[in-house]
């Protein structure tokens, strides 16, 4: 049987700039959907499923994600003194989360923020989580790609069907379905043209990986945007090892875009 997943990384060093100008000075990550950033609904997402390690990759002006998550005394002083206790039992349990933060210094795309992980993950399986990737607090998918890394052993990608109009904005994968809803993965295309689309499965922004992608980063070269793309890592790691996707079942939004992130609002 397969090691239970303990360690969570979150890739948060890019710039928003999808969101400016409010994200000049704000990370995009600590935009809030209702009363809470969007960072806090997958750590949330990842405490439900029992993984007690973040590791958050980021960059410059991104100081706001570490201070919300460490102690503010003042503010629980007076939320003390002024008898609010369930609001201070929200704000401590900020306190108590074991997160490690890692600069990532240049802006080199998501397969490098990965990888400037490797000395905290070590040789463990993780899972990677995009925070702009709102999935519906009721929904189980990161629970249930974790149920299947334990029959599989093997590298999870999380998919949804998306419109031939939208496919150009994604990863898509061209895999041959298993058992409803779990595909065995044979190539990834990075957001193709939709007549050059293999299907209609989309890569979201939940992952869980094993350590032989660091391998597979180290070498690899820039692709798309010029950036080391996580697609490419793992078209040359499936021709090692099984790699599989496990498709959404329930809703998610995308908070990067902004017709996403009012959707999530509402």
Do not use: N, W
């Given at each position: 049987m397969s090691e239970m997943i303990k360690k969570a990384i979150f890739p948060v060093a890019g710039l928003g700039t999808r969101f400016l100008p409010a994200t000049k000075a704000l990370?995009?990550?600590?935009?809030?959907?209702?009363?809470?950033?969007?960072?806090?609904?997958?750590?949330?997402?990842?405490?439900?499923?029992?993984?007690?390690?973040?590791?958050?990759?980021?960059?410059?002006?991104?100081?706001?994600?570490?201070?919300?998550?460490?102690?503010?005394?003042?503010?629980?002083?007076?939320?003390?003194?002024?008898?609010?206790?369930?609001l201070l039992e929200e704000i401590k349990k900020l306190n108590e989360i074991n997160i490690a933060y890692i600069r990532q210094g240049y802006p080199l795309g998501l397969g490098h923020a990965i990888l400037c992980t490797k000395p905290f993950v070590k040789d463990e399986a993780f899972a990677v989580i995009l925070s702009d990737d709102i999935i519906a607090p009721e929904d189980t998918l990161l629970k249930?790609?974790?149920?299947?890394?334990?029959?599989?052993?093997?590298?999870?990608?999380?998919?949804?069907?998306?419109?031939?109009?939208?496919?150009?904005?994604?990863?898509?994968?061209?895999?041959i379905e298993e058992e409803p809803g779990v595909f065995r993965i044979k190539k990834l295309v990075e957001k193709p043209e939709p007549e050059e689309a293999p299907s209609d499965l989309a890569i979201i922004g939940r992952y869980i990986l094993t350590p032989d992608i660091f391998e597979i980063l180290e070498k690899s070269e820039p692709g798309k945007g010029d950036e080391i793309q996580l697609t490419d890592a793992l078209n040359k790691l499936l021709r090692k090892r099984p790699v599989y996707g496990y498709v959404l079942k329930g809703n998610r939004y995308d908070a990067g875009d902004k017709f996403g992130y009012l959707k999530a609002t509402v």
């Open positions: 990370p995009k990550e600590m935009m809030p959907i209702v009363d809470k950033p969007m960072i806090q609904y997958g750590i949330e997402e990842a405490l439900a499923c029992h993984i007690k390690q973040f590791i958050v990759v980021t960059g410059k002006q991104k100081r706001a994600i570490e201070d919300h998550f460490d102690c503010a005394f003042e503010l629980e002083e007076k939320l003390r003194k002024s008898g609010k206790k369930r249930d790609m974790m149920k299947l890394y334990k029959k599989v052993a093997a590298p999870i990608l999380a998919l949804q069907r998306v419109p031939k109009s939208e496919i150009h904005r994604y990863g898509v994968i061209d895999g």
